[in-house]
């Protein structure tokens, strides 16, 4: 089947940035030109709109969402306390469910990708496939000493690769919870299982000053410089958070190759982690992607705010206008984003060749008017959110369409789930 988006303003985030005046046709699930369209067997009027790379959510926790609220406003040790608590009593059912609604919030915000770490993932997985949102899933592991999972965490991953392997928007990776809970044997057994099965490797990385600290307490090393040290940082490794670099732990990072999603709302919320070093990184040539951690802890899955307050956070601490500009940030949620996950040569920007996953932005919405090429992205950045959303794109499928979800139904997903989250709020 081929897909015309016509008369719209591409944003293509190709290396020159264009943004032009185009067509795009889509067929299977590929870009195959982009230019003036004559003819497909279905066309999408994209006048008045835009049409952008699919946002990518570099780092969170889906199923979490039926976690929101759940500790807010409470210290980092409180909201780990509860949340530790809710975790061990969870089920693949609630799993499942909890991810459907995020996935139904992330592609009504035109959010196509994301980056989740759980364990029971392959709830996570039944619910990518029944969506249709792309998943960068990992099964986290850590050490067996500290895990409620039954066997093995990091044969369960293993397993989780194997039987998720191949898929066309389901990309099993390994993930690993943290240093705090992940000795250099669990460390170097994953990167070794990242090898050997070609998947992204993802960690929380110095997310708190108490996680760095305590670490060096007991390795006399800071975490970065100690996963130099141990030969574990890699060009596999995304590292989420990196609240709590320094630049010497930056330049190692950066030559090894590392990755990172920066999730500033998160962190500001939980008062873990005011501002990660993030121009420092990219200056020393790491990929940041953004990513909005789990509900739990920033409430909404929604890239619009993230890249707002992204912008907003650097500039204000660093008291400087220009530090974090918005095609700078824009790129963060798409092409940057893409590299982060070793995609870039299929994601992340509008090319011909590259999967078709796009989102179609109104920009009649008020908060949108005026727009015009010169102000787009600044517009994207600073004024859109997620209901300016008309149309999102995966795989070349049309997985929300004039803002109705095509895939699921969205009215019985959220029921279930206002339902299900009673044994969350109200156990006590």
């Not at 591409?10 to 290396?15: D, H």
């Not at 299929?346 to 015009?372: C, Q, R």
């Not at 950045?381 to 997985?399: A, F």
């Not at 997903?413 to 006590?428: L, N, V």
Request: net charge negative; proline share 3%; aromatic share 6%.
């Amino acid at each position: 089947m081929s897909i015309a988006l016509k008369g719209g303003w591409v944003i293509t985030q190709n290396p020159n940035r264009d943004i032009i005046k185009a067509d795009i046709l889509i067929e299977n699930n590929r870009i195959s030109q982009i230019g003036e369209i004559s003819s497909a067997d279905e066309i999408i009027d994209c006048t008045g709109c835009a049409i952008i790379p699919g946002l990518i959510n570099a780092h969170t926790h889906v199923s979490m969402t039926l976690m929101r609220g759940i500790a807010d406003d409470v210290n980092l040790e409180q909201f780990l306390e509860k949340t530790f608590k809710v975790d061990a009593s969870r089920t693949h059912e609630d799993i499942e469910l909890g991810t459907k609604l995020g996935a139904i919030e992330m592609l009504r915000a035109g959010n196509t990708s994301f980056v989740d770490m759980y364990y029971s993932e392959d709830a996570v997985a039944n619910a990518v496939a029944r969506t249709g949102i792309r998943g960068f899933l990992g099964w986290v592991v850590l050490d067996e000493q500290f895990t409620t999972q039954k066997g093995s965490p990091l044969k369960n991953c293993e397993n989780f690769i194997d039987h998720h392997a191949g898929m066309d928007i389901i990309h099993p990776l390994v993930a690993l919870q943290g240093v705090y809970v992940c000795n250099e044997e669990t460390l170097l057994g994953a990167k070794e299982l990242a090898y050997k099965k070609d998947t992204l490797l993802h960690i929380h990385l110095s997310e708190t000053r108490k996680e760095v600290y305590d670490h060096q307490a007991s390795t006399g090393m800071r975490p970065a410089d100690w996963l130099y040290d141990i030969d574990f940082l890699c060009d596999k490794l995304l590292a989420a958070h990196c609240a709590w670099l320094t630049i010497a732990e930056i330049k190692k990072m950066a030559e090894k190759g590392v990755s990172a999603a920066h999730c500033p709302v998160s962190n500001m919320k939980l008062a873990s982690g005011f501002e990660a070093p993030i121009p420092e990184m990219q200056e020393h040539g790491i990929s940041v992607g953004l990513g909005t951690d789990g509900s739990s802890s920033q409430n909404r899955l929604d890239m619009w705010g993230e890249m707002k307050t992204c912008a907003l956070l650097h500039k204000a601490q660093r008291l400087d206008a220009t530090v974090m500009n918005a095609q700078r940030t824009f790129d963060m949620a798409t092409i940057e984003g893409a590299k982060a996950l070793n995609m870039e040569k299929e994601l992340g920007s509008i090319e011909i060749g590259k999967i078709a996953d796009l989102a179609i932005i109104n920009l009649k919405h008020p908060a949108m008017v005026p727009t015009f090429p010169q102000n787009l992205i600044s517009n994207l950045v600073y004024s859109c959110q997620s209901d300016c959303v008309l149309h999102t794109i995966v795989n070349g499928n049309i997985v929300m369409k004039n803002g109705k979800i095509t895939t699921i139904d969205e009215i019985a997903i959220i029921e279930a789930a206002q339902e299900m989250g009673k044994k969350f709020h109200y156990d006590e």
